[in-house]
Structures are given as structure tokens and as C-alpha cells.
């Protein structure tokens, strides 16, 4: 059951029409049962069709589930029969053809190279670097910290903060450069974020992406700004290889990638051409800081709202930590922060819906799945079900996790803020760490709270974002 389509645009106008009524609409600070607002079209249709019901999105059938154990079943599948999606020319140019969006024979490939840069050991190493990024930009924010002429404290816009925060966390651990190296990469992908959202619910007619309209002409020239961005960083690498490091060309992610270019010899194994280098650059960019930025912002926002949680982490890192630099070691001791994250994670995870594609006619649980339909796994409604989470789903309640992700729930995969099975994120163990790093520092200095012009209005940008920024107070602490 589903609702009523039409041909080419499918049910692309009644989630239009949705999704701008959801737009007028604020929530309250103490609300987190978000679903309503960011998809809006899952609560109504929900509604009148049940828990698991078929739409068409444009010209492409697509199947709404938010049960975790056919989630799982979908996610851990390994036999292929389940990949992602063909994405739409403007998410391609948006996130790249990298690991994020391609299949088979190419991701294992992609993967195998990747997958060097992201153990435990390499990304432990990278907490300094972390570290000496996020004080900088905390030194910024005591300039805000005292008081005005009038004896009040500015307000410090954080999302915006973190989003350039991560930036040049990514490009200094993966790419070796600094934020202002590809800073005009950066707000070429902000723009290009932008556009892709606002035609999530347009229809889409193939063949139009090479037509030369403004829109289009526009796209165009921010995707060369970031290749040629990009590029620079690359052909800066390739011109000053460093032979004192395991990988010729360093030991980060660029490297990593640069030492399997098909023009180069040094090595056997599987081997990549500097197109695709570009490609997964663009990825990493935009999944590693865009992600994380949209995680840390929503976990200063409940520690905003909660205090007492705020003065409960605060005292265990100055437990652990006093007021040094964190390494990995203290970080490893940080429970309750941890436990913070999951909580902020599981209320607000970054990327709300993941999507699979069936290649073959497919049964899972007591769905037959005819192959070509698209299966959309509402991340946002799993993590807040009562049925998996109990009658507190809808709260901030860290404590949960007391017991591990496992435990915290009555299914235990019911909590899937980075994926499931074989294309779990790469990058899960760089955004925890970056994440324990960043809100470390941040609680040994600042007290945080609300200012009184946030607006709780949380929308899907791709990514789950508050709509008009976060504004804080943060009060110096030294």
C-alpha cells in the first residue's frame, strides 16, 4: 500500500507539499521527536498505509521500512543483491563517485586502499593534530566570552564553527594540507550541498544535467572550483614525495591513494587513476566533515539543554584529563562522554535515511521485493521507536548505553548511526575521536548554553542540520 502517483513526477509533489509545511514549523527546545519535521511524508503516509509502505520517488518505486531487523538483514547482505542506488547527477557532483555511492568490483577495490588510513593505530596518531586545530579555534571564541559594553556575552554560531573546525581537521589528517589550502573547495561543496537539497523533491528528467541552464552553469563552475582545488593538493603531494614513510607518499589517506596511482610502478595490488583520486577526495571532504560537524553541533545542543549532564562529563574529563591536551589513552577513559555521543548520535544522527537498491527479486522477513525497488531505511524512526527503545525513546537518556550499544535496546541493532555490515563507515573511528577531542576541550574551558535566538528547527540539508544555525553562550571558563 502507498500513496496515489503520477507518472513522471511520481509522489514528488505531495512530499513537496509536505516538506514546506514542515518547513513553517518550530519545534519545541524540548522536543526531540523530530521525525515530523524532517520527513515529514514518513508520519503521514505512515499513517494511513502502515509502518512499511511503497512510494515513487520521480520514476523510481521505493520501499519505506523502519523495522531493524530488516534493516540488518539488508545492510549485512553479502551476496551483492543489495547495493546503493544510482544517485541523481546532483548528488554525484555533490558527494562524489567515490566510496559513499559506487558498487562491486570498484568499492572492494576503493575500499582496500582506503582501509590502511582508518586503523585504530594511524587515527590515535592524529588526536594531537585534532587537538591543535580545535584549541585554535577556541582561542577564537574567548574573544566572545567576555562580556560587552552592554554586560552581555555574544553569541557564537557553532554549526558554522564546526563545519570549518572539521574541515581542516580532514584536510590536515587525510590530505596533509590546512583548511585554508582548500578552504574555496570548502565553500564550493557548502554551495553545492545547497543545491543538491533543493532539488531532493524535483523531478527529475534525464538528460537535463547537460543542458546549459544557469542552474546547471553555476553547478558546473563550483564542481571545476573543487576539482582544481583538489587537484592542487594532489599534484603538491606527488611533487614532494616523502621516502621516509612506509608509503612513499605518506602515510595519511592521500597517501595512501597517491601510492596506488596507475602511473606509478612502486607497487602491486589494486591500483587507482587520478580521476577517481578526485572523486574520493570529494567524498571523504564532504562525508568526513559534514557529518561529524552536524554530530557535534547537535551534541553541544543537548548539553545545552541538559546541564547537568554538562557538569557530569565536564568533571569526568577534568577526572582524566585535568586541563592537559587528551591523547588517545584519556580519551579511552571518557565512559560518560561516550555514552553523551551514542545518546546524540541516536537522537540526532547526522544522516537520517540510508538506501538500498535490489538487483534480484529478493525476499526479507514477509516482503517479496520486486528488483529495481529502491529500500528506504528511516534511521530517524528506528532510533526513537518505543518499541526497540522503550517508553523514554523520545528523551535524552545517556545512561542507556551504560551497557554497551548492544545492550541499549531491545533489538540490538537498533541503533545504526554509522551502518551496518560491509560498508559500515570508514570513517566511524576518525569522527569518534574526533568528536571525544573536540567537546573535551571545549568543557575544560567553556560553560554552554542556549542563547535566547535559537530557533529548534531541524531539517534534512542531505545531512540533519538546524535550519537557522545554533547560536550559544559560552562562558570562559579560565
Not at 545492510?75 to 543489495?82: A, E, H, R, T, Y
Not at 555511492?101 to 570498484?106: A, E, Q, Y
Amino acid at each position: 500500500m502507498g500513496p496515489s502517483y503520477s507518472i513522471l513526477s511520481g509522489s514528488l509533489g505531495e512530499m513537496k507539499k509536505l516538506r514546506r509545511v514542515a518547513m513553517g514549523i518550530g519545534l519545541n527546545t524540548n522536543s526531540h521527536d523530530i521525525t515530523e519535521r524532517v520527513i515529514p511524508h514518513f508520519t503521514t503516509w505512515s499513517s494511513q498505509y502502515g509502518e512499511t509502505f511503497l512510494y515513487w520517488y520521480g520514476l523510481q518505486p521505493r520501499l519505506f521500512i523502519s523495522d531493524p531487523e530488516l534493516a540488518k538483514q539488508i545492510l549485512s547482505n553479502k551476496s551483492n543483491i543489495f547495493v546503493k542506488p544510482k544517485a541523481r547527477p546532483m548528488a554525484e557532483i555533490f558527494a562524489g563517485k567515490g566510496l559513499p555511492l559506487i558498487n562491486g568490483l570498484d568499492w572492494f577495490r576503493h575500499r582496500k586502499i582506503a582501509n590502511p588510513a582508518f586503523t585504530m593505530d594511524k587515527l590515535k596518531g592524529m588526536v594531537k593534530v585534532m587537538a591543535t586545530c580545535t584549541v585554535s579555534m577556541l582561542d577564537n571564541w574567548k574573544n566572545h566570552a567576555f562580556p560587552s559594553v552592554d554586560d552581555q556575552c555574544r553569541d557564537i554560531e557553532v554549526h558554522g564553527e564546526f563545519k570549518r573546525l572539521m574541515a581542516d581537521i580532514i584536510t590536515h589528517t587525510a590530505f596533509g594540507s590546512s583548511f585554508v589550502a582548500g578552504k574555496e573547495a570548502f565553500n564550493a561543496q557548502l554551495q553545492l550541498q545547497q543545491c543538491c537539497a533543493a532539488s531532493s523533491t524535483e523531478t527529475f528528467i534525464p538528460g537535463s544535467q547537460y543542458l546549459p541552464t544557469p542552474s546547471n552553469i553555476h553547478i558546473w563552475k563550483l564542481d571545476r572550483k573543487v576539482k582544481e582545488t583538489l587537484k592542487s593538493i594532489i599534484d603538491g603531494r606527488l611533487n614532494s614525495p616523502n621516502t621516509g614513510n612506509s608509503n612513499s607518499y605518506g602515510d595519511d589517506l592521500l597517501g595512501a591513494m597517491i601510492d596506488a596511482l596507475d602511473i606509478i610502478q612502486s607497487r602491486d595490488g589494486p591500483k587507482l587513476k587520478m580521476e577517481e583520486i578526485i572523486e574520493e577526495c570529494k567524498g571523504f571532504f564532504v562525508a568526513g566533515h559534514g557529518t561529524t560537524a552536524s554530530f557535534l553541533t547537535w551534541t553541544v545542543f543537548l548539553l545545552c539543554k541538559y546541564p547537568e549532564w554538562q557538569t557530569k562529563i565536564r568533571e569526568e574529563v577534568l577526572n582524566a584529563c585535568d586541563m592537559r591536551i587528551p591523547d588517545s589513552d584519556m580519551l579511552a577513559e571518557l565512559k560518560l562522554v561516550n555514552m553523551v555521543l551514542l545518546e546524540a548520535l541516536r537522537l540526532y544522527c547526522p544522516v537520517i535515511r540510508m538506501f538500498r537498491q535490489g538487483l534480484a527479486d529478493t525476499k526479507i522477513g514477509n516482503l517479496m521485493i520486486p528488483r529495481d525497488t529502491c529500500i528506504e531505511i528511516a534511521l530517524v524512526e528506528i532510533h526513537r521507536s518505543e518499541k526497540y527503545w522503550g517508553q523514554d525513546a523520545k528523551q535524552f537518556n545517556p545512561l542507556r548505553f551504560i551497557n554497551g550499544i548492544s545492550q541499549a535496546s531491545k533489538h540490538p541493532n537498533a541503533l545504526l548511526e554509522f551502518g551496518f555490515g560491509p560498508r559500515t563507515c570508514i570513517g566511524k573511528n576518525l569522527a569518534m575521536l574526533a568528536g571525544k577531542t573536540t567537546i573535551t576541550l571545549i568543557l575544560q574551558r567553556f560553560s554552554l548554553s542556549l542563547s535566547p535566538e535559537y530557533k529548534h528547527t531541524p531539517v534534512d540539508n542531505l545531512l540533519l542540520e538546524p535550519q537557522f544555525g545554533l547560536p550559544i553562550v559560552a562562558k570562559s571558563l579560565q
